[in-house]
């Protein structure tokens, strides 16, 4: 007998983007092949004030089967998770959680699952960004990247991921954690934790300079946010992800081994981010539980084609 196929979707305000979202996980090679009844896609709506709940309720009444389902939990993505691990199907060892904004590659949730043996509990997608930005400065800024060639960090995204029942039910989660799966990845372990570069999930990145501010402002606090937790040991915000080097010294003479890609891609971005970084301590300076919700998260919605 096949496993039980759960995906979980925490979702706010997505009316302009759910419906295409759920199409990509209904073509998915997975759901296919997973029989009925033994499958689920479960859309919590946290505090949603548009018609998200309304188009999902209407794609659901097109699945006679109840494969769809909607519910409603209070505002915040968090709430959503934990009311999303209590909900959905025990029968399912692994539970897979993504936004409702992206769209799934076809093979994504197969692969994910082929990734779990031993002690594996988290299974993190590769994340692809699709479209260009219209910042003169963004377009530039990716061109540098292309040729400096700087490398992906292994990390688990919301965007998708998997994660074993047992681990997800054992997790007690903060409800004023930003990031939730930043907190996920550094409960489990890095040991814990495979990285699927064949398990795509494509979103819209950034596309104005203010809007590239506002998406890493909120990425910087959760990240300062578990470092002052003792969750992780490195605070966000240079492109090296080593503020452990925090004399100027050890910096020049990090420097200095770069190649001269890699340096003019640093000169350009180093300063840049300290935009966002500054931002991001004076948000958790306030000390308040839900301080951090005042970083507003950016959503694009434009018609992309990704080959999903």
Same mark, same amino acid.
């Given at each position: 007998?096949?496993?039980?196929?759960?995906?979980?979707?925490?979702?706010?305000?997505?009316?302009?983007?759910?419906?295409?979202?759920?199409?990509?996980?209904f073509k998915s090679t997975l759901w296919r092949q997973t029989p009925p009844g033994m499958r689920e896609v479960m859309v919590c709506c946290n505090g949603c004030t548009d018609k998200t709940e309304e188009i999902v309720r209407k794609i659901s009444a097109q699945h006679l089967n109840g494969e769809l389902k909607v519910m409603a939990s209070?505002?915040?993505?968090?709430?959503?998770w934990n009311a999303l691990v209590k909900r959905m199907d025990r029968r399912a060892k692994v539970l897979f959680f993504a936004d409702a904004d992206v769209l799934v590659h076809r093979t994504a949730f197969e692969n994910l699952r082929n990734a779990f043996s031993g002690k594996i509990v988290i299974a993190a997608s590769r994340v692809v960004p699709?479209?260009?930005?219209?910042?003169?400065?963004?377009?530039?800024?990716?061109?540098?990247?292309?040729k400096a060639a700087v490398p992906e960090l292994p990390e688990v995204i919301g965007m998708l991921y998997g994660i074993r029942r047992d681990f997800a039910e054992s997790v007690k989660m903060p409800h004023n954690i930003i990031n939730d799966d930043g907190f996920l990845e550094a409960v489990a372990g890095k040991e814990r934790t495979a990285f699927v570069s064949s398990a795509k999930v494509y979103y819209q990145p950034a596309r104005t300079l203010r809007d590239w501010i506002k998406q890493k402002t909120r990425v910087y606090a959760g990240r300062r946010q578990l470092f002052e937790m003792g969750l992780t040991k490195v605070l966000p915000g240079s492109w090296t992800n080593q503020e452990s080097r925090r004399s100027?010294? +050890?910096?020049?003479?990090?420097?200095?081994?770069?190649?001269?890609? +890699?340096k003019m891609y640093a000169i350009a971005k180093t300063?840049? +981010?300290?935009i966002p970084f500054a931002l991001s301590k004076r948000y958790l300076r306030k000390r308040k539980t839900q301080g951090w919700a005042k970083i507003k998260s950016s959503k694009f919605r434009p018609k992309i084609r990704p080959p999903v």
């Open positions: 007998m096949p496993d039980f196929l759960s995906l979980g979707i925490p979702a706010y305000n997505e009316e302009e983007s759910i419906e295409r979202m759920l199409s990509s996980v209070a505002p915040g993505k968090v709430n959503a699709v479209g260009k930005p219209k910042s003169i400065v963004l377009r530039g800024m990716g061109r540098l990247e292309k100027l010294r +050890e910096w020049i003479s990090y420097f200095r081994k770069l190649s001269r890609a +890699e300063p840049l +981010e300290q």
